[in-house]
């Protein structure tokens, strides 16, 4: 397969209000997709879409050859999701949940569990509500990884993250898409796009624009943000 | 869709001893003070059978207070069926909102399984501990009659009960699809409605004129008084309660399947 993701004209508005506007994009297999862009401007409603939780107006979601309404089901097993902001549910511990994230796939992925909870620092005997944004991440992170998908959609990962647990989780990607995997990136973050994305995109007011590379200097990283202000 | 039914019942849990035990202990306490209070209730049970649409009301006209089912009837009767139709509003009325109000739908959502087994789990739970509240309620109520030594009739008891039953999955039922509506678990419009449909049907039995129409509300069917007094089933009222559940969990199922996901 060329492509794990196919968007084709993706319109999503809420009410009056501007989501995204005929949004189409190709990621590649095997590839690390920079996803940037400054907030409000319709990353996380593409993310979203994708996943299904949000009902789009117009156009086509391909993700690993299947249909993003048809084969919802089928299409995330394949797909390891981290959301920007990392809640569960505050009463359980850090293992029940990665434990339940498993057995809803059906899977026993306990040993996959095992090395990722110890290659990020995550104590699992602790309640969801004792910790921070960071180690909630972890979590977050734990559940996305441990049924080694083949496509990672990772949104804002980074944040509230150590720098040596940010290391750690970039080799884990790239250990990942090493073995087949496909990851996209939606990051603020200039330099994880510069190191680890092979390609990226920008989007700004809804739409979509494909960057050359992504290889960006900070100058032209920030005039993406800075135009948007102007306008 | 076993995996987060049993989730949960596990998450739930909790709340439903809380209510268990207090709308049940409360219950039986009634029930043990009814040897104490034989004596009073004798005295009290005349004036009571007098007071009008007030003893129609609230089934004194037809039972009388100073008979164990007269005084089950009377004061278990009303406890049981404002405690268990609460329990049943609060936790269908959170069921499916609470993970949009407390962010984890974007977890829930994100693994394999369709928002259809969602909220099928999370029906199934609500239902699972309603039967639960039932049957634990019905042992403690039977304890009750045991100690005392009094037999009641067993066949409008165990008939009030599931009549019981039958009213807290329709106000379950209705909260259940407002809550695959709203983003929010808003416990206050459950228990209003839970207290709007009880007060609905104690004034459609004071006045006159809405007495046909009370068979609209759930406590219509699941009034101990009327069971006790071996009144004609209200067979309209289970008509309608069995149409309005299967509307609002189709219409829960409908409306959960098309909405868009707060973050």
Redesign the interface.
Known sequence: MENAVEITNLTKSYGKNRGVIDVSLKVKTGDIFGFIGPNGAGKSTTIRSMLGFLKYDEGSIKILGMDSVKDHEKILKEVGYMPSEAWFYDSMKVSEVIKYAADVRGLDCSAEAEKLCKKLKLDTSKKIKQLSLGNRKKVSIVCAMQHRPKLFIFDEPTSGLDPLIQKNFFELINEYVSEGATCILSTHVLSEVNRYCKNAAIMREGRLTMLESADIDEDKFLKFYEDEEEQ | MK??FL?ELK?NLKQFIIWTVTVGLMGFACILLFRSMEGEMKDMADAFSNMGAFSEAFGMATLSVATIEGFFATEVGTLHGIGGGMFAAILAIGIIAKEEE??????L??????RTKVVAAKGLCVLALLVLFAAVCTGIYLAGFAILGEEVSYKEFFIYMGSGLLMNIEIASICFLISSLTGRVNIGAGLGLTLVLYTYDIIGRVVPDLKDYIFVGPYSYANASEIFSGNEANIKGFILAVIIMASCICGAFFCYQ????A?
């Open positions: 995996t987060i989730k998450l407390r962010h984890s739908g974007e977890f959502l994100s693994l394999p399984v369709s098309r909405r868009d996901l973050s």
